[in-house]
């Protein structure tokens, strides 16, 4: 009697979807921790670095260290921006798959709830079937 649900490998198929955009999202916020922790890092680096210059070639020194390293502050940022695009797209992309899971659970549910209700009028049918045919014989 128990009918299967009809989109029950559609639901397997948007439950993967839902892990793999999850696993996609986790990875790109990973990701843009480490940036940012880099980023801290190299600022933390740089605002302690000391700056006394006692000849032209440490001055020399000194100021390509400090170009080399707003180069590397810019291009960290750069690389941020881009990566906290990649954590939007990403946490989009999660939001609509689980949108679209849950749909078809919700469908699912239903379904369930349905197969078990037609379960049980069967099962009262067949007891009223019972209950009726032990009456009559009672009285015969």
């Known amino acids: 009697m128990t009918r299967s649900f009809s989109l029950a490998g559609l639901l397997r198929v948007r439950e993967i979807q839902e892990r793999a955009a999850a696993q996609r999202l986790s990875r790109a916020v990973i990701d843009a921790q ?12 740089l605002a302690g670095a000391g700056s006394e210059a006692v000849d032209v070639r440490s001055l020399a020194a000194l100021a390509a260290a400090r170009v080399a390293g707003r180069t590397l ?3 960290l940022t750069a690389l941020s921006e881009l990566q ?12 609509e798959a689980r949108r679209a899971m849950r749909g078809l659970d919700r469908l699912a549910e239903a379904h369930a709830a349905r197969m ?5 009028h069967a099962e009262q049918s067949e007891l009223d079937e019972i209950g009726s045919r032990t009456s009559t014989e009672g009285r015969s």
């Open 84 to 95: 906290e695009q990649t954590v939007d797209h990403a946490r989009a992309e999660h939001a």
């Open 34 to 45: 480490h940036t940012e922790a880099r980023d801290r890092s190299l600022r933390a680096h």
């Open 116 to 120: 078990r209700a037609a379960e049980l």
């Open 73 to 75: 502050l810019a291009d």
